[in-house]
């Protein structure tokens, strides 16, 4: 059983607007136990229509069409449809009096263009739009079943739940549920955590699991199937508790989809505080602990002391120990952590250091090195960690922002739960 | 001449992740004058990369890949190309020197694995990847020349610009040049703009003129064609210049694609520093501000004063004022902007203190509501704006931190260039 996904329309062939559609019904079709196996797109071409549905209904059992239904010369599926299916084209009086009321209803004329949208394959069932004016359209052409649907993306979505399942559970496609457990990991590089991994990954394990990286956050992706939605997330269990075991401190837990959302899971099991002090990462750590919602609590501030001057006045940094060591420099890193512990009176802070490009990088202090500091009623300590000194300076911020979130968040992995003592 | 953009990856094709590099791909090509005329996203499976592969080379004359180079079991793609092409595979010592280069510049082990991505199909070419691991692969399938490259869309990019275009521009493909022309503005809704514009965005208009919104800033597009460079530019002059007239001091320069870009070039022009206090947009302001390379000298710092203590501690706000009005007021924002301005020596210093949600809003402090603070030499002024209450977290912060940059952007348009007396 192979769907197929169709977009339609020269706005998103040229990339002009993102496609949603296409990625939420792919998404909808496999907690249907459906597996989408090719997207299309393509623009408002009769011949790359007829020539698209045929190949799609040549290579798959099901195919799902958005856009190209609406009123104007540019909207070419239904007469797509009746010409890769060799038939002809019918006004359907149902769908013609729909579109009337539709208008009615809103008090505006119908236009005339309008009534071209009641045309109807020979053969071919009208699929109701109660909130817009295209009617949907089902039908088979080759092997597969059709379902056209418009573009706007709530009607698509409503013709789909209420149209397009009853239509897939009657042909007894739907029966069987697939779940998509996701686990993300932070801490090692894709390929080291994929050597560790083989046994998992390879092809034939069942259930099946893959992985992505994104940001250098790492996720692994287990499919699960089965009759229920219970079966299909038994199935992924065993795999599930093998990754967490095998990758511990690693795992950013399953709730998390990043270090921040990570990192506030700690603040919110250990009721720690937290507070930063940026120079080159310049309020990305900050931006990514405040964009959770619910952290007032947790975070109680921060500074960026983008210059030296900030530095010695909003932290405490001894001028003379950035004359010594420099402004990037494992001794500023830590005074910046410790400054911020002090004034703050948080439970941790951390701090960052470093030269973000695509300037002001040197021999000895390349671009893309950073100082990371962290301070609790323990100490400090400092890292020094290198993004590659060909990384462009966004990539640079986050990626040294989100290790010093990641150290934030595994060094309270070690913190006991809120109220037991430490 | 047909493009086919190929995206793979069966994270992609199952929804689970947003694909932005096909309309990327889509758009980058149509501004060399070439259409996409079909996008195709498959899954990791060996069949249907070689089939897909097999259609592109019939019904396109350039295929443009991302994805499926990495180095582990489901990367596909050159294993697929040579299948398609009926080849086999050759290791290629340079493709193998630069992986080895790489991993050497990190002086982190080379996994055996990477091993494999210096694989290419026979009569292949490598296409350099100087900021990742995985080389791309340029070659002839059927009719159609093929450019493999990353899914990393920073590595996908570069190898585009560096080694894709130049090898189209040999082949005479790309030979008449557009020009998208970005006209940048904020301060207006996009309804209000357009409203002003009827006559420059109207169909047939020379040049095409489209009008977008992004996160609030609106954008003419106006695109050129000509022979050259220059005459596609010149096209779009006279539309330009009365762009820049009709909306004055909401046009954010042409090169500044967002108000902070545009607040930066007004801190060089006038040589002014600046300083930031964030409460509820959380190092948003900062961010964006940093984010631009060669800020140091203008921008001080700022400070994230998200609990009230670090408002008093940090910014000197007086904790009778807090209780007295609460955090979110006119009267807090102006004590921040002034603390920060006190204490910083900038010449402005911009706050923000509100209610991002979704929890925390009252009747009488709804969600949405913030206050923008701005302190000069001159004196304290703030503003109070309403984003809405019933958008989400993300958009009152971002949108409240742009109207702040704004407005530090639109108090420097007063100020005079640097060195000349005020």
Redesign the interface.
């Known amino acids: 059983m192979k769907a197929e996904i169709l ?1 339609i329309g020269s706005e ?9 559609n ?7 079709l ?1 907690e249907l136990g459906i ?9 408002d ?1 009769m011949d ?1 229509h007829v ?2 549905f045929r ?1 799609a209904a040549d ?1 798959a059992d099901l195919v799902l069409t958005t856009g190209g239904l609406g009123p104007t010369q540019d909207d070419l599926v239904r007469e797509a449809l009746a010409k890769a299916a060799g038939v002809g084209l019918r006004e359907d009086p149902e769908s013609l009096a729909a579109i009337a009321a539709f208008f009615a209803r809103r008090n505006r004329p119908m236009a005339d263009r309008n009534r071209s949208q009641a045309l109807l394959p020979e053969g071919a069932e009208a699929l109701p739009n109660p909130i817009g004016t295209a009617p949907g359209v089902w039908m088979t052409i080759g092997r597969a079943a059709f379902a056209a649907m418009p573009g706007v993306p709530n009607e698509m979505k409503l013709m789909f739940a209420e149209q397009v399942v009853p239509r897939l559970r009657l042909r007894h496609w739907v029966e069987r549920v697939i779940v ?1 457990r ?1 686990i993300a990991l932070f801490g090692k ?4 955590i ?2 560790d991994a ?1 046994d998992l ?3 034939g394990h069942v259930p099946e699991v ?5 940001d250098s956050t790492i996720s692994f ?1 287990i499919r699960g199937e089965g009759l229920t939605p219970e079966a299909a997330w038994a199935q992924t269990e065993e795999t599930a508790e093998q990754i967490r075991s095998r990758f511990g401190p690693l795992v950013l837990g399953e709730g998390a989809t990043d270090v921040a959302d990570a990192l506030v899971e700690q603040l919110k099991r250990t009721g720690a505080t937290i507070a ?1 002090a ?1 120079s080159c ?7 990514l ?3 959770i ?2 952290v ?1 609590p947790y ?9 030296n ?2 530095k010695t ?2 932290l405490g940094v001894p001028p003379e120990l950035i004359r010594e060591h420099g402004a990037v420099s494992a001794e500023v890193a830590a005074a910046m952590a410790r400054g911020t512990f002090e ?3 948080a439970d941790l802070a951390i701090s960052t250091t470093g030269i ?4 002001g990088g040197t021999p000895e202090k390349p671009v893309g090195l950073v100082y990371l500091g962290l301070a609790t009623a323990d100490g400090v300590e400092t890292r020094r960690i ?1 993004i ?8 640079v ?1 986050r990626r040294s922002a989100k290790q010093a979130l990641n150290w934030a968040r595994t060094t309270l992995l070690a913190w006991p739960d809120r109220g037991a003592s430490r």
Do not use: F
């Open positions: 977009s998103l062939v040229s990339g002009q607007n993102l496609d949603t296409a990625p939420w019904l792919a998404r909808a496999g597996a989408a196996a090719y997207h299309t797109t393509i623009g071409d790359d020539a698209a190949l290579r998509h996701k590089g894709e390929s080291d994929e050597a083989l990954t390879a092809r893959g992985i992505t990286a994104s992706r930063t940026e990462t310049g309020g990305i750590i900050a931006h602990i405040t964009a919602a619910g007032s975070y109680l501030g921060g500074v960026i002391s983008y210059s001057q900030a006045d909003m004034r703050s009176g973000a490009g695509p300037g290198e590659g000194p060909e990384q462009p300076r966004d990539i911020q």
